[in-house]
């Protein structure tokens, strides 16, 4: 379990602000820029963790939790 964050804590798990741009770090550790405000930021965070509710299957069902 990592630690708390002791700066910028009402940001997103995985958001990081850096040089005034707001940036995502996925799983592999690639980082990827959601932008200069912090609309932009939640329009391309949701864009980025959308996944479909039509979904069915257990599996699917787990995985939007985890998001």
Do not use: Q
């Not at 002791?6 to 932008?35: E, F, I, Q, T």
């Amino acid at each position: 379990m990592g630690r708390r964050r002791a700066h910028n804590k009402h940001l997103p798990r995985r958001v990081y602000l850096k040089h005034s741009r707001y940036w995502y770090v996925d799983r592999a550790n690639k980082w990827h820029d959601l932008g200069c405000t912090a609309s932009e930021m939640y329009r391309e965070l949701a864009k980025r963790a959308e996944i479909s509710a039509s979904s069915s299957t257990l599996n699917a069902v787990f995985d939007r939790y985890l998001v």
